[in-house]
T-cell receptor, first 112, second 111 residues
Framework: QKEVEQDPGPLSVPEGAIVSLNCTYS??????FMWYRQYSRKGPELLMY????GNKEDGRFTAQVDKSSKYISLFIRDSQPSDSATYLC????????????FGTGTQLKVEL | DTAVSQTPKYLVTQMGNDKSIKCEQN?????MYWYKQDSKKFLKIMFS???????INETVPNRFSPKSPDKAHLNLHINSLELGDSAVYFC??????????FGPGTRLTVL
């Protein structure tokens, strides 16, 4: 069993929909949580970063962390075709040389 | 442009060959990384260097040898390439905080 589980999709939604992307993890020592977006044939880019339970909002994106359930989510409001990409969750321990453990990524397609 | 750059972008080679991938960052970061992304998009760390010192060395065959001549460069040399080495290799860099900036990737195909 992988340390971080993520539904690979693909997930297809109409433009304007609210998208929910999720990851579960098994290691309760993970303290820092990130969401990366990766367009086709490009490197991942950081979207959201949080280290506490609760919600963090940035424009149309909201990251949610529930440490008691070992569950994190990324919500995208008013989704656009330009949001079509693979979304990777990542997390790390305190210390550990900044080693990130990634989920397998969810492929999202937002259709016109 | 401030960025993480990698060369080459594509690499096609025969089994058994030795090849190198180069990475440079001009972001002034102290830490650099190599990741491997397989065909299912799973991204896994291989190595990390901080100021030219190896700090993360995951369970990677010793055919893979990273080298950091200075803190702006991290190269990856692969000996005796195997079919299973086919993947996209990403270089990344970060300051002391968490955000890792990724390069565009090198798509390696071993025939």
């Amino acid at each position: 069993q992988k340390e971080v589980e993520q539904d690979p999709g693909p997930l297809s939604v109409p433009e304007g929909a609210i998208v929910s992307l999720n990851c579960t993890y098994s290691n309760s020592a993970f303290q820092y949580f990130m969401w990366y977006r990766q367009y086709s044939r490009k490197g991942p880019e950081l979207l959201m970063y949080t280290y506490s339970s609760g919600n963090k909002e940035d424009g149309r994106f909201t990251a949610q962390v529930d440490k008691s359930s070992k569950y994190i989510s990324l919500f995208i409001r008013d989704s656009q075709p330009s949001d079509s990409a693979t979304y990777l969750c990542a997390m790390r321990l305190t210390g550990g040389g900044n080693k990130l453990t990634f989920g397998t990524g969810t492929q999202l397609k937002v259709e016109l | 442009d401030t960025a993480v750059s990698q060369t080459p972008k594509y690499l096609v080679t025969q089994m058994g060959n030795d090849k190198s991938i180069k990475c440079e960052q001009n972001l002034g970061h102290d830490t650099m990384y190599w990741y491997k992304q397989d065909s299912k998009k799973f991204l896994k760390i291989m190595f990390s260097y901080n100021n030219k010192e190896l700090i993360i060395n995951e369970t990677v065959p010793n055919r893979f040898s990273p080298k950091s001549p200075d803190k702006a460069h991290l190269n990856l040399h692969i000996n005796s390439l195997e079919l299973g080495d086919s993947a996209v290799y990403f270089c990344a860099s970060s300051p002391q905080s968490d955000e890792q900036f990724f390069g565009p990737g090198t798509r390696l195909t071993v025939l």
